[in-house]
C-alpha cells in the first residue's frame, strides 16, 4: 500500500513535467528558470551500525552489550525528486528528495562482554593516581546470540543541491552531460521479519549524494536521460552509530 501511494505520487508529478506551458519565456533546450528533474530506477543500499550499552558503576565486575547491525537490500523503482531554478544553461539549484523501499537481509548479532575490577587489600576497587579504576583483565566476551533473517528498509533523504551541465554548446556531443551533488540528512528505519525485534533498528544522521550521468533533449523543454549517483550517511541516534550507502542507476525526466 505504502510504494503504491508513492507510485500515485510519482505520476502526477510526471504528468506535470509533460504538461506543456505555451507562456514560457525559457530559451528551447536550455536550462534556464524553473528546474524540475524526476528520476526512479534502482538502487542498492548497506547499513553497517553498532550500538554499545554499558555499565560502568559497579565494585567488582563491569559489564557491556554490543549490539552489531548488517544490512544489505535492493530496490526497484527508487524515486528522487529535484525542484529549483537554473540559471546561463549551466547549473541548477535545488532541493532533493528521494525514497525508497528495499528488500533484503539483516545479519545481527548481540556480544555480552565483562572485565573484573582489580581489588586492594581490603577488598574495595583499586583506583590509580588520575582516579580511575583498575581492570585485572581487559573486556572478555561471555556470551553472544545473532540470527541473519528477512528485512525491509524504508528510507529518504532531504536536502539541497546544485547540478552541472558543463557543455553548454547544443551541437556538442556532451551536450546534456551532468554532474551533481547534494547535501542533507537521511532517515531510515528497518524491520526484521520473523518477529526478530532485537535486529529492528532506526537512526538518522548527515548525508550527501554525488551523482554524474546524461540527457538528451526530446522536445524544447523536456529531456531525458540516465544518472547514476552514490550517496553516503553517517548516521548516530540513541547510542546506535554507523554509516549508511545507497548506490543507483536511475532514468531521469527534466524540465527546464
Known amino acids: 500500500m505504502l510504494k503504491n501511494t508513492f507510485l500515485f505520487i510519482f505520476a502526477i508529478l510526471v504528468s506535470g513535467i509533460f504538461a506543456e506551458d505555451l507562456t514560457s519565456s525559457f530559451v528551447p533546450r536550455e536550462h534556464r528558470g524553473f528546474y524540475n528533474s524526476v528520476g526512479f530506477g534502482i538502487g542498492y543500499n548497506k547499513i553497517s551500525a553498532k550500538s ?126 551532468f554532474i551533481g551533488g547534494s547535501f542533507g540528512y537521511v532517515i531510515y528505519a528497518c524491520f526484521v521479519a520473523d518477529d526478530y525485534s532485537a535486529g529492528n533498528i532506526a537512526s538518522f544522521g548527515r548525508s550527501f549524494i554525488a551523482e554524474i550521468g546524461k540527457e538528451w533533449w526530446v522536445s524544447n523543454h523536456l529531456s531525458i536521460g540516465i544518472g547514476f549517483s552514490y550517496n553516503h550517511s553517517s548516521t548516530n541516534f540513541d547510542e546506535a552509530k554507523g554509516t549508511e550507502t545507497v548506490y543507483t542507476l536511475s532514468f531521469r525526466l527534466t524540465r527546464g
Open 52 to 177: 554499545t550499552w554499558e555499565d560502568l558503576d559497579n565494585t567488582r565486575i563491569d559489564k557491556k552489550d554490543i549490539e552489531s547491525f548488517d544490512f544489505w537490500g535492493i530496490t526497484t523503482p527508487s524515486f528522487d525528486f529535484k525542484f529549483g531554478t537554473a540559471i546561463a544553461n549551466l547549473i541548477a539549484f535545488h532541493t532533493t528528495f528521494n525514497f525508497a523501499i528495499y528488500s533484503g537481509v539483516m545479519d545481527y548479532e548481540e556480544v555480552n562482554y565483562d572485565r573484573e575490577i582489580a581489588q586492594n587489600e581490603n577488598g574495595n576497587p583499586l583506583y590509580d593516581k588520575q582516579g580511575d579504576k583498575v581492570y585485572a583483565e581487559d573486556w572478555r566476551a561471555y556470551d553472544s546470540e545473532g540470527f541473519s533473517g528477512d528485512a525491509v528498509n524504508l528510507r529518504t533523504f532531504v536536502g539541497f543541491g546544485t547540478t552541472i551541465y558543463p557543455f553548454r554548446n547544443p551541437n556538442s556531443a556532451m551536450n546534456g552531460f
